[in-house]
């Protein structure tokens, strides 16, 4: 099946620190990636979605600027949270379609515990 | 807009009992419905999706689920709990039109207990 890894799995650093998490899609090529939070005991809410080559879109109420995406090829997207303070700790998912349509199903990463001391 | 509720935070079974995990959605267009998996600090793994035809859908690990229109539901089940399958469920809705098109909205999420 469609594999996605996600990279690193566990982050711990310094608040002000910046901090990129890596996705790629293995096996297949991925025209759209999501990125999603996921607080303890939550669901997941989408922060944004990035289409390769063009410009992310970020959900209501996610800072763009906070968290940069970055998807430059068909196989990799970033996410890059800058400067990093302690409400920033969570853990991140990413995921991975080969197109964004609706009844295509989205393969998940394991995603990033991001913890910021 | 479409939202997904799932009924019940958390349901405990009994290994080789049945397994019933609840999940109504709304939705102003025929629904994408997807259930997916999620063991600790993992990301979430595909289980069984609906998006047109037969009703009833198969996925992985003996789970299935059937698209109730007339009722809102896409509930899972699985005739005979594995203490394997003790993990957090995700139902979800797949997001239609314009922008939106192809983004997963989730329900909040079960967590499945199986004791001996």
């Known amino acids: 099946g469609a594999v996605v890894s996600q990279h690193p799995s566990r982050v711990i650093c310094k608040s002000g620190t910046s901090v990129k998490i890596e996705c790629r899609s293995l096996?297949?090529?991925?025209?759209?990636m999501f990125w999603y939070r996921q607080f303890p005991k939550q669901s997941l809410m989408l922060m944004a979605t990035?289409?390769?080559?063009?410009?992310?879109?970020?959900e209501q109420g996610v800072e763009k600027d906070k968290f940069l995406i970055n998807h430059a090829s068909l196989t990799l997207s970033t996410l890059t949270v800058t400067s990093a303070h302690p409400e920033d700790s969570s853990f991140y998912i990413c995921?991975?379609?080969?197109?964004?349509?609706?009844?295509?199903?989205?393969?998940f990463g394991d995603g990033t515990r991001l913890s910021i001391l | 807009a479409q939202s997904v509720t799932q009924l019940g935070s958390h349901v405990s079974v009994s290994e080789g009992a049945l397994v019933l995990l609840r999940c109504n959605y709304s939705s102003s267009v025929p629904p994408y419905l997807f259930w997916y998996v999620q063991y600790p600090n993992q990301g979430l793994q595909l289980l069984l999706k609906y998006t047109t035809g037969a009703t009833l859908v198969k996925g992985i690990n003996g789970f299935e689920a059937e698209f109730k229109k007339s009722e809102t539901s896409f509930h899972l089940t699985k005739p005979s709990a594995h203490m394997s399958d003790a993990a957090e469920y995700f139902c979800?809705?797949?997001?239609?039109?314009?922008?939106?098109?192809?983004?997963?909205?989730f329900g909040q999420g079960t967590i499945l207990t199986v004791h001996p």
């Open positions: 990035s289409n390769e080559g063009s410009k992310a879109t970020y």
């Open positions: 979800a809705v797949s997001r239609t039109g314009g922008t939106s098109y192809g983004k997963l909205t």
């Open positions: 995921s991975a379609s080969a197109r964004a349509k609706s009844n295509q199903p989205q393969h």
């Open positions: 096996d297949f090529q991925a025209t759209t």
